[in-house]
């Protein structure tokens, strides 16, 4: 195979260009560990959780690593059930205060029974996120495998399958690039005209067609399909052309591409849909999907790989984490999961924490869809809970490790679906509440629906977009841009004044309360799920009004609408102390009463983490009672479940107890050989709340007060990390020795005060933008 000098170059540069040349072992060697940052395997992936994810926020493929046979499972973000919407219940405005009325009574049944048939949009559920189909080669004639080995290399975001067969060694390479908006796959070997495949397109979906297009490619159409009785309207393509080194190329008579005698093919695959906006499916997916394969015409997979390398490691070599090596980090991936109960391997977690954000650079980029709940990569039509946005807890987690893990241009399409659901979320607030702002549930979908969904006892929850709302803030509190905060804010004050039009006073306590509302998915104990002012809704709307306040106070508007906000929330029901010494999780004492002690939602803990309304110092009452409510609650819950418990741990500054339950999520009871986070089934928010976990553990920071190694465990005596980011736009760097802090280094891009803490010592810097500021042990005596 010959290489140009531009193709070494960037070959070079991506770290590619030695595979190319030697793309597999002898025959007769074994596997060898990959690199620290590495995913890596001996055999290839018998399902879908032990496939490897390369996706470029838009397009996402599973990789197989099969030998005979290669499947590469495809996904496009904008590919969903469905059509645009509204599930509006038309009887909702007029019974809504007969169901507010019962709750107050305490008739929850009967309540919630109303709620449920009046109340509830229709469809009763929201459309699925779906698969778009296959790319399947069939490799004939290959057998006696050997030295096989795949993996995923994070830092370069190329999958590998390397192996030998009947003495030739073949190579396969995918990569998933933003810039040329496609997935690249290159096939090579080292033995001239080894290479025959036959290559194959295809689709569960709709009215699916599968033609030639061109000499050497193939284009599948077709359209998806009816969900909950909401027609499909949305068209899509995939496109694939092939460039072959020797040999030549041709079309079967089975719709396949053949390629027969080559010594190399790379194939580029594009895909589309008409999506265009939540509301507008007018685009033309064959149309799209030309202009990206005219686009990258005559460019090399060494480019396309070396050009992915460069975009991804833009954002992924931002930070570094190193919490010490053990024998164990030379097994392959899936054995080192299995062991990791009963063995020590620290670079576990580090790898953990760098897959985590290695999957939000994959599946969350500018331009393209948020996170959904397996982030990009689906292989069905009806996956485990529709693979939406549920935003109870979900999708923001989700997001927990973007602002700290310096990756926060990944939020960009959060915030660009807040913007959409504003809109949709307003015809809610106006035809189902009759009031201002707007209002999300707890999921929304594609085509951002915001009405309940999936019963009373699990969506009849207001609160969703509030929540939201503290992401928007926190995107603005971690950066400073002031120009972003102007606008963002009336996104967050549309939100602070449906809460100001349909806040209820308790007749009981005088308390200002959401009615109807729950504590996520918890029933009480009394007669159902959903209640009047659960403590989680009044943590949020603490969180909506102070922020709100303090961005219009910032931007110097809405005078009036600033003394509301401040009015309402002086009036909200406070924190209660229950019977146990727990926090509260309802306005009464019901929490001995609920049916579920070991639930695996921990709403009423959101002050503590994400919020910091509850802390150590600030709220130790609070925060012993929270505790309480951890220790009831027990420590393993499911995959996104036993996350949140490591965030909170950590902010009770427990580290140890933190890192015991890190443990249990890097073990096979909830990491899949993949990595992806088992719930089960696999849900990605675990993984990117494990990521979350881990930096809490190490750094922290609220307002001005930066918190360095708040909840180090005994498990990681010796380490660093660098590049994590506090609010303010300082990034952190941390070295550490034998459990206690070694030097730190503060890279500020602003002007301003901060104050540091190690333990119970605080020193008071003043930053200047640009210049470093190193401490050390001996600056906090």
Request: glycine content about 10%; charged content about 20%.
């Amino acid at each position: 195979m010959s290489v140009s000098r531009r193709e070494a170059a960037v070959g070079i540069a991506a770290g590619t260009l030695a595979l190319a040349v030697t793309p597999a072992r002898s025959a007769g060697k074994t596997a060898t560990p990959a690199g620290p940052l590495s995913l890596w395997y001996r055999k290839p992936a018998g399902q879908w959780t032990e496939a490897l994810p390369v996706g470029n926020g838009r397009l996402g493929a599973m990789v197989f690593g099969g030998t005979a046979q290669e499947r590469l499972q495809l996904n496009e973000s904008t590919l969903w059930a469905g059509q645009p919407y509204d599930p509006v219940n038309p009887q909702a405005k007029a019974m809504l205060p007969k169901v507010r009325a019962l709750i107050f009574e305490g008739r929850i049944e009967e309540a919630e029974a109303l709620a449920n048939r009046t109340l509830m949009a229709q469809p009763l559920a929201q459309m699925p996120y779906q698969t778009l189909g296959d790319l399947i080669l069939d490799f004939p004639g290959l057998d006696a495998i050997d030295g096989y080995q795949r993996e995923l290399d994070l830092d370069s975001a190329l999958a590998a399958t390397r192996f030998t067969a009947g003495g030739v060694n073949h190579l396969r390479q995918v990569v998933a690039s933003p810039a040329d908006r496609l997935i690249a796959i290159r096939l090579s070997t080292t033995g001239r005209g080894k290479l025959d495949v036959d290559i194959a397109l295809r689709s569960p979906q709709q009215e699916v067609q599968v033609m030639a297009d061109g000499p050497a490619g193939l284009l599948m159409t077709g359209r998806n399909g009816m969900s909950r009785g909401v027609e499909g309207h949305l068209r899509f393509a995939a496109r694939l052309d092939a460039t072959v080194e020797g040999g030549r190329v041709a079309h079967a008579a089975d719709g396949r591409l053949r390629i027969r005698g080559a010594t190399a093919a790379t194939l580029l695959i594009a895909m589309a849909t008409s999506y265009r906006r939540f509301d507008n499916v007018s685009g033309d997916p064959i149309a799209d999907t030309a202009a990206v394969l005219a686009g990258a015409n005559g460019r090399s997979f060494a480019a396309i790989a070396a050009d992915t390398a460069a975009a991804h490691r833009r954002l992924f070599r931002r930070v570094s984490l190193d919490l010490g090596n053990t024998a164990a980090a030379a097994m392959p991936t899936d054995e080192r999961i299995a062991a990791s109960q009963s063995s020590d391997d620290p670079a576990l977690a580090a790898l953990y924490f760098q897959y985590g954000r290695y999957l939000l650079i994959a599946s969350s980029r500018p331009g393209g869809q948020p996170a959904n709940l397996q982030g990009l990569w689906n292989d069905s039509l009806n996956p485990p809970w529709g693979s939406k946005y549920t935003i109870n807890i979900n999708t923001q987690m989700n997001y927990w490790p973007a602002e700290p893990a310096n990756l926060a241009e990944c939020v960009t399409p959060l915030v660009e679906m807040v913007r959409e659901l504003a809109i949709s979320g307003a015809r809610t607030a106006k035809t189902m509440y009759g009031a201002r702002g707007w209002v999300a549930h707890h999921n929304t979908d594609l085509w951002r629906a915001t009405a309940p969904i999936d019963g009373a006892q699990f969506g009849l929850w207001p609160t969703g977009g509030a929540w939201l709302c503290t992401h928007l803030w926190d995107h603005y509190d971690y950066g400073r841009d002031r120009a972003y905060l102007a606008s963002i804010y009336p996104l967050m004050a549309g939100a602070a004044r449906f809460f100001l039009d349909t806040l209820q006073r308790d007749p009981t306590t005088g308390f200002l309360v959401t009615n109807p509302s729950m504590s996520p998915e918890n029933p009480h104990g009394h007669g159902g799920t959903i209640c009047a002012g659960p403590t989680m809704d009044m943590a949020i709307l603490r969180d909506l009004f102070d922020r709100t306040v303090e961005a219009a106070t910032i931007l110097r508007t809405d005078a009036v609408l600033i003394a509301e906000m401040r009015a309402a929330r002086d009036r909200l029901a406070p924190y209660r102390i229950g019977r146990q010494g727990q926090l509260q999780e309802w306005q009464q004492d019901w929490d001995t009463d609920a049916p579920e002690q070991n639930h695996r939602h921990v709403s009423h803990l959101y002050g503590l983490h994400p919020s910091h309304q509850i802390t150590p110092d600030g709220t130790p009452d609070l925060a012993a009672a929270a505790r309480k409510t951890l220790e009831i609650r027990g420590d393993r819950a499911t995959g996104w479940a036993t996350a949140w418990r490591i965030n909170l741990w950590a902010r009770l500054r427990e580290g140890d107890h933190a890192h015991a339950i890190l443990r249990f999520l890097l073990g096979p009871e909830r990491t899949y050989p993949n990595m992806f986070d088992a719930h089960p089934p696999f849900q990605i928010d675990g993984n990117f709340g494990g990521a979350a976990g881990i930096v809490e553990m190490l750094m922290a920071s609220r307002g001005d007060l930066v918190d360095l190694l708040p909840a180090l465990p005994r498990a990681w005596p010796d380490g660093h990390v660098t590049g994590l980011r506090s609010r303010g736009r300082c990034t952190i760097d941390l070295w550490w020795r034998g459990g206690r802090l070694d030097r730190a280094i503060l890279r500020p891009e602003l002007n301003g005060q901060r104050t540091v803490r190690v333990g119970e010592r605080r020193l008071a810097l003043t930053l200047r933008a640009g210049v470093p500021v190193t401490l050390t042990e001996k600056d906090f005596a």
